[in-house]
């Protein structure tokens, strides 16, 4: 398949010319096929625990919360682990135990064994693999790409994502009603399994090239077993880095209270409002058309105005609308408002996240790139569980209007957490600056 790779902003790739090239195009597509399938199965477990098990609301926030609580804390000796082996035989690794996991789930559906312990060792499973996963790709994206080729790499990834989700949901939410929700959890298997076969066929490529297709260890081979001390080395980087610390608290934050105000506003919309299925899936569906744009927008703003000032700027604009959805009233004044801010808050993020995502990789060294990733994703998906089970105690206490209006309140100041000063290694001069390449601590 041909990726598209050429062109301008690709003079940052590192190897053997058109192959590097195609190494990135498997890897995208490998990517994009992965994703579309997590975001058409979107969903799908707590429907099948709701309609096939008929699990109550506490089973419910129970599966939301502790896949990625329980698949953070098994994933903690994962990053060690990763760093120290090739990163591509690994991400091959995290898609076919994905693909064994979610496909273990409509095979005991066919076989009348499904039960709901499984579906939540499924998704422990799913979210400790999601992370190891990541985080091997982000180091494997590190030693291909360097410079404006890093973040048109990133930009493209974050569009493939917010693609996904406009696309997934409804054609997901049409494939559940025709054919049920094990129709999608089927799909998502499959799309892990042929991800797997995308990462493979990259070492072809790299025969074809004459490398083997083969990486460099991150260690040495007599460095088989993650050391207690390498386990805290990625909260270490992160804390003592003067931009990555706050970038870091804030995004946590900011996703932490994204995410535990989404099963509010489902409650807000279809039960006490009225709205149907279809009108929800696509109040929220369609506005990520507003990542999609966002994240197309992500360079030219950067070789404008610099990294700093975009992060600062789209980091802070992130955080001003999610307060409107406290306010959504029933009809179509309500269903506007929440296309209003869903637009709005995508659209800013699909700038910030792809900049952000690069400005992390260029101020990390290669040798621990993929213990921070794996720290980041551990605090993240933890603070996720946290506040939403807090956000879920919140609304029982008050109403979901009250705790939805206490989060984008909460969401205002997080801005006050974002780098205030220029960030370290990066040059701010407009236009130049996103055509240099640069250095981070490590001579990363």
């Given amino acids: 398949m041909s990726s598209g790779c050429g062109g301008k902003g690709w003079g940052g790739v590192v190897g053997e010319g058109r192959s590097a090239e195609w190494r990135f195009g498997w890897l995208w597509a490998a990517f994009a096929v992965s994703t579309f399938g997590t975001w058409l199965a979107f969903d799908a477990f707590p429907l099948m625990a709701i309609l096939v098990l008929h699990a109550g609301p506490t089973g419910v926030a129970v599966l939301a919360a502790a896949g990625p609580a ?3 804390l098994v994933a903690v000796p994962l990053g060690p682990w990763v760093e120290f082996r090739r990163k591509r035989p690994v991400m091959v690794a995290m898609d076919l135990t994905r693909f064994a996991a979610v496909l273990s789930v409509p095979v005991a559906f066919a076989l009348g064994w499904l039960t709901f312990t499984q579906l939540v060792v499924v998704s ?154 279809w009108q929800y899936g696509l109040a929220f569906g369609v506005p990520c058309v507003g990542g999609l744009v966002g994240s197309r927008l992500a360079r030219p703003l950067v070789a404008r105005h610099g990294r700093h000032r975009v992060l600062l ?105 974002l780098p205030r000063h220029a960030l370290v290694g990066q040059p701010e001069s407009g236009p130049v600056a996103a055509l240099l390449p640069e250095v981070g601590p490590g001579g990363g």
Avoid at 172 to 196: E, K, Q, R
Avoid at 379 to 390: D, N, P
Wanted: glycine share 12%.
């Fill in 70 to 72: 329980v698949g953070a």
């Fill in 124 to 277: 422990i499973t799913v979210a400790a693999a999601d992370i190891a996963f990541t985080a091997a790709a982000g180091a494997y994206v590190k030693g291909l790409l360097r410079g404006e080729a890093l973040l048109v790499a990133n930009a493209r990834f974050e569009s493939t994502t917010w693609t996904a989700t406009v696309v997934g949901p409804p054609l997901g939410g049409a494939a559940i009603g025709l054919f049920g929700p094990v129709a999608t959890v089927l799909a998502d298997a499959i799309s892990y399994l042929l991800s797997a076969a995308g990462l493979r066929a990259i070492g072809a490529i790299g025969a074809i090239g004459g490398s083997g297709g083969r990486e460099p260890r991150s260690a040495p081979a007599g460095v088989p077993r993650a050391r207690m001390r390498d386990l805290a080395e990625g909260w270490r980087h992160i804390l003592s880095h003067p931009a990555l610390r706050p970038l870091f608290v804030n995004t946590v934050l900011v996703n932490g209270l994204i995410m535990a105000t989404s099963p509010l506003v489902a409650i807000l919309m279809l039960g006490d409002l009225g709205f149907e299925p």
């Fill in 313 to 417: 700027v789209a980091g802070t604009l992130r955080a001003c609308w999610s307060l409107g959805l406290a306010f959504i009233r029933p009809g179509t004044a309500g269903i506007v408002l929440v296309f209003a801010v869903q637009f709005g808050l995508v659209a800013c993020m699909g700038v910030f996240n792809p900049v952000f995502a690069t400005y992390r990789l260029d101020q990390t060294d290669a040798r621990r790139v993929v213990r921070t990733l794996s720290a980041w994703s551990v605090t993240s998906k933890a603070a996720i569980a946290t506040l939403t089970a807090l956000w879920g105690l919140l609304a029982g206490l008050t109403s979901p209007r009250i705790a939805i209006a206490a989060a984008g309140l909460l969401l205002l100041a997080t801005p006050l957490l």
